[in-house]
């Protein structure tokens, strides 16, 4: 089971992350602050290499998948080659109405092996116990040595009220969720523990999601459990607006990217404030939409919401998040276009994860003087430079490259836009010539 086990020198991250004492945030949440002005270089894309701005966490490349969905037979070459890195598991309610079985957890497993993936389980809140928790944890990692790290209870708890009834309240939940928690780390204290598993939380605290009494679910969250949660979670998909609203459009998508930033560093802060120290920040569930629309130019099936959310990951991997998983690896016919991969076909999204894979894991300082020009750039372990430029605009725009101390690179060029499927392009030349970036398109370039 070696492709399920954290390697350790990352659980090692991990452990450390979640029991960094108040008062000293963990490393995987420092929000990366670059050294040198932050005011762009004027004209120009511009890099320094010898600026770190933080390790990407490994699990920001993320998923969801259940047994109520399965990738199609052809499909699963795709899958095991997607470059995903973490499965949460069983995706969306359905664990909140059905028990997961001995035989899904085998199942998933082996698919996970086959993928090189981790996993991340979710237990059953309503209609179950702390000891059928329990009892899940010790089959997958005492029973089977599974050796599953990532544990959450529930799903959108902010969502219970109406099979519950309205009594269902903050503090009923957050009691169930420590009993939980308790019984679950009770047998294997290594586990970590995500939640609270809120959805549509933003920067705003005004229209995150209340109890009946008109508590905020977070905050509360963390008063009565800060001190147990490992890892700090929520759901966020801003599309529609409302159900009877217009259509999302492109402009839409591309105004919505920086609310990302805003609500990373919103519950950083409200982290802070509430228990006193930092911890991980994770997004287990997010596309544009929460409906099932497809077939429009913004919602999930399309192509510029690839683009969009290739920025995205770029924003969140820039604020130090620890996990994202994108909703869903694959979807049934009829039920929506948050697939990345479906029946016979790869959603334009799939392609984001291909061109992320060759991403560095450490970031280091780039700027781009236009709003419309987003860029990341990172190296690997072996010192290699990789830099993403995204082209948000419908035109496209030409600018230089320049890395400073590194003069005349030459750099393999990779493309993503509506003509090009991740495509290596070749060799180009990083020679303080313009470089022209296609309107809405994915540049990778590979530095050695």
Same mark, same amino acid.
């Not at 510029?304 to 990951?313: K, T």
């Given at each position: 089971m070696k492709n399920i086990l954290l390697p350790l020198a990352l659980l090692a991250?991990?452990?450390?992350?979640?029991?960094?004492?108040?008062?000293?945030?963990?490393?995987?949440?420092?929000? $990366?602050?670059?050294?040198? $002005?932050?005011?762009?270089?004027?004209?120009?894309?511009?890099?320094?290499?010898?600026?770190?701005?933080?390790?990407? @966490?490994?699990?920001?490349?993320? @998923? =969801?998948?259940?047994?109520? !969905?399965?990738?199609?037979?052809?499909?699963?070459?795709?899958?095991?080659?997607?470059?995903?890195?973490?499965?949460?598991?069983?995706?969306?309610?359905?664990?909140?109405?059905?028990?997961?079985?001995?035989?899904?957890?085998?199942?998933?497993?082996?698919?996970?092996?086959?993928?090189?993936?981790?996993?991340?389980? @979710?237990?059953?809140? $309503?209609g179950s116990t702390p000891e059928q928790a329990a009892d899940l944890v010790r089959y997958v990692n005492v029973e089977k040595g599974y050796g599953v790290r990532f544990w959450s209870i529930g799903n959108e708890p902010t969502l219970y009220a109406p099979r519950l009834g309205d009594e269902y309240d903050t503090e009923w939940y957050n009691r169930e969720w420590r009993s939980f928690a308790e019984a679950m780390k009770a047998v294997d204290p290594e586990i970590i523990l995500i939640g609270p598993e809120v959805h549509q939380f933003t920067a705003d605290p005004l229209h995150n999601p209340k109890d009946p009494q008109g508590r905020d679910w977070m905050t509360e969250f963390l008063r009565a459990n800060g001190d147990l949660v490992d890892v700090v979670s929520f759901h966020r998909y801003p599309f529609p607006r409302s159900q009877t609203g217009p259509a999302a459009t492109i402009e839409d998508l591309r105004a919505n990217t920086r609310e990302w930033d805003e609500t990373v560093i919103y519950l950083r802060t409200l982290i802070r404030q509430e228990t006193g120290r930092g911890l991980p920040i994770a997004v287990t569930e997010a596309n544009s939409h929460?409906?099932?629309? !497809?077939?429009?130019?913004?919602? $999930?099936?399309?192509?510029? =919401?690839?683009?969009?959310?290739?920025?995205?990951?770029?924003?969140? @991997?820039?604020?130090?998040?620890?996990m994202v998983n994108h909703w869903l690896l694959t979807t049934p016919s009829g039920q929506g276009g948050w697939g990345l991969i479906n029946r016979g076909e790869l959603s334009p999204s799939y392609f984001v994860y291909q061109m992320y894979r060759k991403f560095g894991d450490e970031l280091v300082y780039a700027s781009s003087d236009d709003p419309d020009l987003r860029v990341y750039a990172a190296k690997r372990v072996d010192g290699t430079l990789t830099l993403i430029v995204l082209n948000?605009?419908?035109?496209?725009?030409?600018?230089?490259?320049?890395?400073?101390?590194?003069?005349?690179?030459?750099?393999?060029?990779?493309?993503?836009?509506?003509?090009?499927?991740?495509?290596?392009?070749?060799?180009?030349?990083l020679t303080g010539e313009e470089i022209e970036f296609p309107a809405q398109s994915f540049s990778l370039f590979v530095i050695p």
């Open positions: 991250f991990i452990l450390a992350a979640c029991t960094a004492e108040s008062g000293q945030p963990p490393a995987a949440t420092v929000t $990366p602050v670059p050294t040198v $002005p932050s005011t762009p270089v004027p004209g120009k894309i511009y890099v320094e290499p010898e600026t770190s701005l933080g390790e990407i @966490s490994p699990w920001v490349y993320g @998923s =969801n998948y259940g047994p109520w !969905i399965a990738v199609p037979f052809e499909m699963l070459d795709y899958a095991f080659d997607s470059g995903v890195t973490v499965l949460r598991f069983p995706g969306g309610e359905w664990g909140d109405f059905n028990d997961i079985k001995p035989y899904h957890i085998d199942s998933f497993m082996k698919f996970l092996a086959n993928m090189g993936a981790e996993a991340s389980i @979710s237990v059953r809140l $309503p929460y409906n099932k629309a !497809i077939g429009g130019e913004a919602t $999930p099936d399309s192509f510029y =919401n690839a683009i969009w959310w290739a920025d995205v990951l770029g924003r969140l @991997s820039q604020q130090g998040v620890f948000l605009a419908d035109e496209a725009i030409r600018k230089p490259v320049e890395i400073a101390a590194k003069p005349a690179p030459e750099a393999r060029y990779w493309l993503f836009d509506r003509g090009h499927a991740a495509e290596d392009m070749g060799t180009i030349p």
